[in-house]
């Protein structure tokens, strides 16, 4: 119903910031939040931030408090990541994905899910 694609990963040093965004395109408009999670080689899939579609309230993993903001860009039809002050733990491959029912932050509740950007950070 929707298709998503992530851009704007990459390499950087730690401390640095990177700006991500998820481009959406199809049928956006039985969404009710999208969210950013990212996986690192070994781990699960994380939470990292939420935004509703609807009034855009967000939500925050407690590691992405203070460093990331997630927003919507209504012109664009896309949702960015600004990532700041990036560490080493942050080196994962970070997904962008849409939740048709609810806002949430278990991976469980996103029925769509884009490709995938790799951000590094090196230390």
């Known amino acids: 119903q929707v298709q998503l694609v992530e851009s704007g990963g990459g390499l950087v040093q730690a401390g640095g910031s990177l700006r991500l965004s998820c481009a959406a395109s199809?049928?956006?408009?039985?969404?009710?939040?999208m969210g950013w999670f990212r996986q690192a080689p070994g781990k699960e899939r994380e939470f990292v931030a939420t935004?509703?579609?609807?009034?855009?309230?967000?939500y925050y993993a407690d590691s992405s408090k203070g460093r990331f903001t997630i927003f919507r860009d209504t012109a664009k039809n896309t949702v960015p990541l600004q990532m700041n002050i990036l560490k080493p733990e942050d080196t994962a491959v970070y997904y962008c994905?849409?939740?048709?029912?609810?806002?949430?932050?278990?991976?469980?509740?996103?029925?769509?899910w884009g490709q995938g950007t790799q951000v590094t950070v090196s230390s």
């Open positions: 935004i509703a579609w609807s009034g855009g309230g967000t």
């Open positions: 199809g049928r956006t408009f039985s969404t009710k939040a």
């Open positions: 994905a849409q939740s048709t029912r609810v806002l949430s932050t278990s991976p469980r509740d996103f029925d769509y």
